[in-house]
């Protein structure tokens, strides 16, 4: 009997230590996937798709995440140190993002929330503030206002 409870709290600890101790460390880039398919669900709610077919929503949809976003990348990489670069490439909406170089910082996890804490050296507009993102099933979402498109991050590769 006692082997039993003995090896339940092993069982136990080690079923406690997995679910905590996720492995957030490598690189997560932006899931357009995912991005195209919040755009869309905005769209069917928009007045000016009311009565439109499916096939129409998502036409309109397909064009205009095209110029919107274009060929915009986002990649996070996060080392297992707790440190992190950020760094976009491409256009959104025709145009090459500003010319700037990586943003760096630290990263801590607890639970399922991440806290980004930038650089106060990085030229960006939350220099040395923070960010938090919500760890859900290997994915990262950005906290982010209400009134902004969801955003989700994917492990690379």
Request: proline fraction near 4%; charge should be negative; charged fraction near 25%.
């Amino acid at each position: 009997m006692r082997r039993i409870g003995a090896l339940t709290i092993v069982l136990l600890t080690l079923m406690l230590g997995a679910c905590g101790g996720e492995d957030v460390a490598g690189t997560y880039v932006l899931d357009k996937a995912f991005l195209r398919e919040s755009l869309r669900e905005m769209a069917e709610g928009h007045a000016d798709m009311e009565g439109k077919s499916a096939a129409s929503i998502d036409r309109a949809v397909q064009a205009m995440f095209e110029q919107i976003l274009g060929s915009l990348q986002v990649e996070y990489v996060f080392v297992s140190d707790g440190t992190f670069s950020m760094s976009v490439s491409g256009q959104i909406a025709g145009q090459a993002p500003e010319e700037r170089p990586l943003v760096n910082g630290t990263w801590e996890l607890e639970g399922d929330q991440m806290t980004l804490t930038l650089d106060e050296s990085a030229p960006h507009p939350t220099s040395g503030g923070t960010q938090t993102m919500q760890l859900v099933d290997g994915n990262l979402y950005p906290d982010l206002p209400d009134d902004e498109l969801p955003l989700r991050l994917k492990r690379k590769g």
